[in-house]
């Protein structure tokens, strides 16, 4: 199994420029979960999907972000305009089952840095 | 609400015990239990439910007290491949079964 996939590992951009994150969940898993990471404030959940349907997207910052699962195989965060302090690592992660607690596995990774 | 990790960073060496406290001002469900590597993602390591369970994996374990709202990890003769962060995540009871996420704890292991 190849785990969740993220793209880019790294994306450096202006701000103001729009920035696509993308993640591929693990096969058969029913939930997936975006997640910032920042010093300052650890590990945030942002928004989750169970079954590619947005349950919570409370942790969402802003209107400038926004997330999507056209299919259960993939998912986007993308951050329009992007703005200095959004810089941070964005993990994605799935689960079996968000309902039940399942146990969720963190892709590697996409560190962002808007200049 | 994010759960109290504490301390925020231990630094051992080689072969000695830590414990890594987690606390919750909610009645809880579970406790999750992750570990993070530098420059990598948090891996999972075990999951413990309510009613006072304890669990192990290798020389790491941990305890949950429902009624404290506590968990604890106890990592045992550490070994340098222990180093890293530690996240402990709470899912409320009646809640939505996600877990939140506390700041971390350093773990640095020296030779």
């Known amino acids: 199994d190849a785990g969740v996939i993220q793209s880019p590992r790294h994306e450096v951009t202006e701000m103001g420029q729009e920035v696509t994150l993308r993640c591929k969940p693990i096969?058969?898993?029913?939930?997936l979960f975006w997640y910032r990471q920042t010093m300052m404030r650890g590990l945030e959940l942002l928004i989750y999907?169970?079954?590619?349907?947005?349950?919570?997207d409370s942790g969402m910052p802003e209107d400038r972000f926004s997330a999507k699962m056209p299919n259960a195989s993939f998912s986007t965060l993308k951050i329009q305009p992007s703005e200095p302090r959004d810089s941070a690592v964005y993990f994605c992660?799935?689960?079996?089952?968000?309902?039940?607690?399942?146990?969720?596995?963190f892709g590697p990774g996409t560190r962002l840095t808007v200049l | 609400q994010q759960p109290v990790q504490s301390p925020q960073a231990v630094i051992l060496r080689e072969g000695e015990d830590a414990v890594i406290n987690c606390s919750s001002s909610k009645a809880l469900y579970s406790v999750h239990w992750y570990r993070q590597k530098h420059g990598e993602a948090p891996v999972f390591l075990m999951i413990l439910l309510k009613g006072g369970e304890q669990k192990g994996h290798e020389k790491i374990s941990a305890s949950f007290n429902e009624k404290k709202q506590q968990s604890s990890l106890y990592l045992t003769a550490s070994q340098l491949s222990y180093s890293g962060t530690y996240f402990c995540?709470?899912?409320?009871?009646?809640?939505?079964?996600?877990?939140?996420f506390g700041r971390g704890t350093s773990l640095i292991v020296h030779p």
């Open positions: 992660a799935s689960s079996l089952a968000a309902i039940s607690g399942d146990t969720q596995y």
């Open positions: 995540g709470t899912v409320p009871s009646g809640g939505s079964y996600i877990p939140t």
């Open positions: 999907f169970n079954n590619n349907v947005p349950i919570d």
């Open positions: 096969s058969g898993h029913n939930s």
